[in-house]
């Protein structure tokens, strides 16, 4: 067998002076900073969550699951009889404005690793506190289209595993201080009726390798 091994010979890792005796390999000091480099790369944590916000909620379903660092407690919006009949949507705020560069979101677990209530058509937007926008859902401006920045569009998405989802995006130019999944065409669960649902909101900060 070769001792070296085809994963080391392919990464260059592989020293050139071995020990007949014991068959050890000694790696540059180069190649072991390289090694302890990667190894030792923190990517980020989730950032914390200040508040949530929904368009609507099933008793017992409230916004706060969405936050709750328990992917297994879910957010739910009212049920309706067609796909289309209302949008819903969720928010979540930042405690303070970040530049961020993902958002993982965690479907509701449905029966044979097929998420429950995954919208088919919506709009990952973020927004800010400044003079022209709010995060603040009792301020008109909350609702207005100009008020978000849109980071990810998907029209006719399949209805996802149980699996969580990332979504990477560029960053905004500015901070921002509360990220919206806003609904506009709802998917169905088994008896026909249509809801918003959601497990879990995550954000991470934007994360530069030097």
Partial sequence: ???CGQFYQKHNLCGRAFDDRNRQFLLS?????????????VYPKPLAMAGASISSALPGWAPGKLIDNNTHTTWSSFGHSEHLASAEWAAVQLP?????????????SGPNNLS?????????QASYNDTTHTCNLNDPRFSQVSNWKVLVFRSGYTQPTNDPIDFSFTPPALPVSCVQ???T????????VHYMQLSEIRIFERFNVP
């Fill in 116 to 124: 429950d209530g995954f919208p088919k058509d919506f709009v990952l």
């Fill in 185 to 192: 065409a709802l998917s169905q669960d088994g008896f026909g």
């Fill in 96 to 108: 303070t404005p970040t530049l961020i560069d993902r958002v993982r979101i965690y479907p509701h």
């Fill in 1 to 3: 067998m070769d001792f």
């Fill in 29 to 41: 000091l180069n190649t072991r900073a390289r090694i302890i480099q990667d190894v030792l790369i």
């Fill in 181 to 183: 999944l806003f609904g």
